[in-house]
């Protein structure tokens, strides 16, 4: 069983940053798709960004340019570094990590992210 916990989600003003971390208790963390998702109560969960085995990313639109997804694997760790934040960014993020096209699958419990004045 692979374990995944995240870190680094707090309270930000508008404007402000936040660098949110995953780590994935695996030594075969190089061969995992890494993904943040943010989920909003009432709301359904939404894929924010993703990199895959070779570098790929993606992201969803409205964090193109503000939100950068990067990967660690030697240190067995997904970053999500988080610039000019908005109020519409505040949500439970979540890391997933992923592998044979999904299915071998894993969730952390999340961190918190609140953006307010």
């Known amino acids: 069983q692979v374990q995944v916990v995240e870190s680094g989600g707090g309270l930000v003003r508008p404007g402000g940053s936040l660098r949110l971390a995953c780590t994935a208790s695996?030594?075969?963390?190089?061969?995992?798709?890494m993904a943040w998702y943010r989920q909003v109560p009432g709301k359904q969960r939404e894929l924010v960004a993703l990199i895959n085995t070779v570098g790929f990313t993606n992201y969803t639109d409205s964090v193109k340019g503000r939100f950068t997804i990067s990967r660690d694997n030697a240190k067995y760790t997904a970053n999500l570094q988080m610039n000019s934040l908005k109020p519409e960014d505040t949500a439970l993020y979540l890391c997933?990590?992923?592998?044979?096209?999904?299915?071998?699958?894993?969730w952390g419990q999340g961190t918190q992210v609140t953006v307010s004045s």
């Open positions: 695996t030594k075969l963390f190089s061969i995992y798709t």
């Open positions: 997933h990590a992923a592998r044979n096209n999904g299915r071998v699958n894993y």
